[in-house]
């Protein structure tokens, strides 16, 4: 449970399944950790055409959940990435203090059964060790990636190819040079028992919250269906 410094690590070809179906909280999963705590650094770390699944919420392709952690100069590519709650290209849920910057996800697909998924991170989430301030996502580029939802609940769902959601709390995020270059956003009814969700908060940066942005841009398709 001690932060850690973890630097040019490399997954390819693997799968990481955590969580115990049924539960509420808990069993975050990631192709490089599950939880990274506050004080962490991932540098130079890539994974690519892995499979991810929690079965509860916070699954990342890097980290499932982060505190007040940066991930710096990281690689998604190819990958699947599969929870109930918080699904992420790079992160699942990243608390208050994380810094996700110069990093490339793309490729990916990121599913969740409710809830949120994000592009770059799935959801600003809580995290009982992080400080300081809202969660930085900065030089990042988002391109190609696919968020699935198919909640059948009647709640509302957020995806978005950078952040799905904003978290509780009032939790907010800052956004600074990140490119969106091309993706889709699906709520796949094809799947469920036919119950449509109260509602679908379904954009190309954020699906819900008001976050800090300073040049954010788009370039190429986008598909939202629903």
């Known amino acids: 449970d001690n932060a850690f410094i973890l630097e040019n690590c490399h997954v390819t070809n693997s799968s990481v399944t955590s969580g115990k179906d049924g539960d509420t909280y808990g069993g975050y999963a990631g ?3 599950g939880r990274a705590k506050s004080g962490s650094v991932i540098r130079n770390c890539s994974v690519k055409n892995t499979v991810v699944t929690c079965l ?3 699954a990342g392709a890097l980290v499932g959940n982060i505190g007040t952690v ?3 100069s990281a690689l998604s590519c190819g990958n699947t990435v599969n929870s109930r709650n918080n699904s992420g290209g790079i ?3 990243a608390g208050p203090g994380a810094m996700i ?3 490339i996800s793309e490729d990916n697909v990121c599913c969740v059964k409710s809830y949120s998924a994000g592009g770059i991170v799935g959801a600003n989430a809580w995290n009982s060790d992080s400080a ?3 969660p930085q996502i900065v030089n990042v580029l988002s391109q190609r990636n696919t968020m699935k939802s198919a909640r059948t609940d009647g709640s509302t769902l957020y995806l978005a190819l950078i952040v799905g959601c904003r978290g509780t709390n ?3 995020m800052s956004l600074k040079n990140c490119l969106v270059s091309s993706g889709t956003a699906l709520y796949d009814y094809t799947i469920t028992t036919g ?3 109260h509602a679908a908060c379904v954009g190309i940066v954020i699906g819900y919250g008001s976050p800090s942005v300073e040049s954010v841009y788009f370039n190429g398709a986008y598909r939202s269906l629903y």
């Open 170 to 172: 009032d939790n907010n």
């Open 132 to 134: 300081g301030e809202y």
């Open 56 to 58: 509860t919420q916070d």
């Open 91 to 93: 992160v699942g849920g």
């Open 70 to 72: 940066t991930i710096d």
């Open 195 to 197: 119950k449509y969700p």
């Open 101 to 103: 910057i110069n990093c």
């Open 31 to 33: 192709g490089l950790a």
